[in-house]
């Protein structure tokens, strides 16, 4: 049995300073009364009880002081809420979710203000001591804390809408599982959202956890809106273009309704590659990589947007900018010149020109200043292969990247060591500028085979386009995914950077567009959650019926 709405301390001081002021009242003399005296003798104390000047009276009337005690404490319990359904101890937990897809519109409301409604219920018939309110938006926050005024929710709420982002109930509920309930006699988890929750998370919950979601109106089960937005390299091997992939969910199994466009100008689709339920997919080949922007929305004249949720309607996505890389070649000896200019010239992304002035990468001579691939000697060098970097990178996570960036996994170190009779040794340095040195030892064909092998041509290729730092293509983009990590940076997920620039996709996981609501099954908030005739509405009833008993008797004159 406990008290949802006061403290023990606060109900405890309020009887006291109740009882007190009946008391007080009690003694108050409240009006005069007119005696009738047969004799004289009694009029020295009929005066003393008729005192005009007198403010209390002697107390006389335990009965009435008992009776306004009982109903006056009676009261205070129940404006205590008295509650015996609910555990001593057990702490509440409430997690709203503020992911897209609670910004649904269902007629004049959204699904959003729905589940804010039924929080504020529920956190009407809590402990304001052992109940917290997390916000599930692209972040999980505290937005109410055990012990504060659930009168502050309204403000910290007012003016929020959803998060453009995949929900988070499932990432809250099994972080707060491990963090533990401390004291008390267990957890009760109320989820107010439509995110299904795996059963893998609820097996993770303690014997004394549970797990319920607040009954709201039946969730909408179709929608259709754009799931995925991605380029990648094309399959025609040409430079200067992407391949792009685009994903939808939702709707009928044959619709399909997209507008694309390039810059503001129409740009024609492709056709769809593969048919997975209500998910369909499709790929363009050859789009320009110039730095367009390039956006595609559902058709809303065909029907396709709807649903009540517009966030996923529309994603955009800044293509990359991919120019031939100028390439010089100068110094070098000539069997070993004409054999680097042959694989830049079956480059489609190089372009060779001459001079080190109209380069973007120089290989061989003077760098004039440029980014440079250089054959230095091993008397030169220490490191087999030697790496300048950025400034703004450390060494030791350059030289981890150089291996998948440069494609050093393809070359056979250990096969090159033996031919040369020495180790191997690559290294990174700090540079104002980005250069590769390689020994020139190793392209010698009188001591070594690696001009002839598969790994030259690779390590040729992909060191020209580091040193000009030609953009990398994310084969994939989604919210909540991670993009590949390169050599410059790591990058944050998409979802952080939906407002940039640079990167103005929009997009939203498929249980968001289409809603999956066959998760593990859940309990609506329990009977003690909910419901007039709780126990403290029958201490209320009680009240009343000793203030109606207290009357009965004062109009019988049984009780002054």
Do not use: K
């Amino acid at each position: 049995m406990t008290f949802t709405a006061l403290s023990g301390t606060a109900l405890l001081g309020g009887l006291v300073a109740t009882a007190a002021v009946l008391y007080a009242l009690q003694r108050l003399r409240v009006r005069h009364e007119s005696r009738t005296v047969v004799t004289s003798l009694f009029w020295r104390e009929a005066t003393e009880e008729t005192r005009a000047r007198s403010l209390f009276e002697r107390f006389r009337h335990p009965l009435a002081y008992a009776m306004a005690l009982l109903c006056a404490g009676l009261m205070l319990l129940g404006v205590g809420r008295l509650d015996s359904e609910r555990e001593e101890g057990l702490r509440h937990v409430f997690l709203l979710d503020a992911s897209a897809g609670m910004a649904r519109a269902l007629g004049e409301t959204t699904r959003f203000e729905q589940a804010q409604a039924a929080l504020a219920a529920e956190l009407e018939q809590s402990p304001r001591d052992r109940t917290e309110v997390l916000w599930c938006g692209e972040h999980v926050r505290t937005i109410l804390a055990p012990g504060e005024d659930r009168a502050l929710l309204g403000p910290r709420l007012a003016g929020r809408a959803p998060d453009l982002a995949p929900g988070t109930l499932d990432r809250a509920l099994r972080s707060r599982a491990s963090m533990g309930g401390g004291e008390g006699a267990g957890r009760r988890f109320v989820l107010f959202g439509d995110a299904p929750v795996p059963p893998s998370t609820l097996a993770a919950l303690g014997a004394d956890e549970r797990v319920e979601r607040a009954a709201l109106d039946p969730p909408v089960d179709s929608g259709v809106g754009i799931t995925a937005l991605g380029v990648s390299e094309p399959a025609s091997g040409r430079w200067g273009v992407v391949d792009l992939f685009i994903e939808d969910r939702g709707g009928s199994r044959g619709f399909f309704d997209l507008a694309l466009t390039l810059d503001g100008e129409p740009f024609e689709r492709g056709g769809v590659i593969d048919t997975d339920g209500d998910r369909r997919s499709f790929r363009i080949s050859d789009v320009p990589a110039a730095g367009a922007l390039l956006e595609v929305r559902l058709n809303a004249a065909g029907g396709a947007a709807g649903a009540g949720l517009s966030a996923d309607d529309v994603a955009s996505i800044r293509l990359p900018s991919r120019p031939p890389i100028r390439v010089a070649v100068d110094g070098l000896a000539p069997a070993f010149g004409d054999a680097v200019r042959a694989v830049l010239t079956a480059d489609a992304a190089v372009e060779l020109v001459e001079g080190a002035g109209e380069a973007d990468v120089v290989v061989g001579g003077a760098a004039a200043g440029r980014p440079s691939l250089r054959f230095p000697s091993s008397a030169d060098q220490e490191e087999a292969i030697l790496i300048g970097h950025d400034r703004a990178v450390d060494s030791s996570a350059a030289l981890a990247s150089a291996v998948g960036e440069l494609g050093l996994d393809r070359v056979d170190a250990s096969a090159l060591a033996e031919s040369l009779g020495r180790p191997l040794a690559v290294g990174a340095l700090p540079s104002d500028r980005r250069s590769v040195a390689i020994w020139s030892e190793l392209m010698d064909p009188a001591r070594t085979s690696f001009l002839e092998s598969r790994a030259f041509p690779v390590l040729l290729g992909r060191s020209i386009r580091w040193l000009a730092q030609a953009p990398g293509l994310t084969p994939y983009r989604a919210i909540g995914r991670l993009e590949p990590t390169t050599l410059e940076r790591a990058r944050p997920p998409l979802a952080a950077m939906i407002t940039s620039d640079l990167e103005a996709a929009s997009l939203l996981d498929p249980t968001t567009t289409a809603p999956v609501t066959a998760g593990a099954p859940l309990a609506v908030p329990s009977p003690e959650g909910a419901g007039p005739w709780r126990l403290y509405t029958w201490v209320l009833l009680l009240a009343l019926a000793a203030l109606s008993a207290e009357w009965a008797l004062f109009q019988r004159g049984r009780m002054p």
